[in-house]
T-cell receptor
């Protein structure tokens, strides 16, 4: 089945710097790649997603890139702010249908003021 | 819309006890999911449902059961609680238009401790 690797597990940046989180996936049939943000004590919340027919997508300070050939995708956060501090999860749709997702193990991002 | 709601928020069980985690969504989504989240391990799919009356196993179904009698509700049952089931449990829902699946909306979670 699908396997998603996420790096790094922890990331600390200074306010205003950029942060990059990378994920690789194993199933070439995967076609949907969402990114979720989880704040302490809360459920994950979608921040951006990308489908396999698109190479890049942006939403204000957040962008995601997808390289289907290499089977990896990345989250880019620019001009980081303390409120960006959270755990971020990548996911990929699993073989058999996009209704199921396989998640990476998460990246704890800390933005220092 | 309340979105996805879960009850209880916290629960402590003794080994061998049973309980049901409740999940309700008011978005008329066909797809519903149960995940468990262990520290540093991401989210693992326990069971999912593609519609009322239809359920299927995920990656880690052992020790759990589910039912889906209505579109809105998707309860998760633990029959004989074990310490290995200590975790945070999240329910989620999603929908599809044609062949396009959309984001999964998560509930706030239930923190379960088995001692």
């Amino acid at each position: 089945g699908e396997n998603v690797e996420q790096h790094p597990s922890t990331l600390s940046v200074q306010e205003g710097d950029s942060a990059v989180i990378k994920c690789t996936y194993s199933d070439s049939a995967s076609n949907y790649f969402p990114w979720y943000k989880q704040e302490l004590g809360k459920g994950p919340q979608l921040i951006i997603d990308i489908r396999s027919n698109v190479g890049e997508k942006k939403d204000q300070r957040i962008a995601v890139t997808l390289n289907k050939t290499a089977k990896h995708f990345s989250l880019h956060i620019t001009e980081t702010q303390p409120e960006d501090s959270a755990v971020y999860f990548c996911a990929a749709s699993s073989r058999g249908g996009s209704e199921k997702l396989v998640f990476g193990k998460g990246t704890k991002l800390t933005v220092n003021p | 819309n309340a979105g996805v709601t879960q009850t209880p928020k916290f629960r402590i069980l003794k080994i061998g006890q049973s309980m049901t985690l409740q999940c309700t969504q008011d978005m008329n989504h066909n797809y519903m999911y149960w995940y468990r989240q262990d520290p540093g391990m991401g989210l693992k799919l326990i069971y999912y449902s593609v519609g009322a009356g239809i359920t299927d196993k995920g990656e880690v179904p052992n020790g759990y059961n589910v039912s889906r009698s209505t579109t809105e509700d998707f309860p998760l049952r633990l029959e004989l609680a074990a310490p290995s089931q200590t975790s945070v449990y999240f329910c989620a829902s999603s929908y599809r238009t044609g062949h396009i699946f959309y984001e999964q909306y998560f509930g706030p979670g239930t923190r379960l401790t088995v001692t």
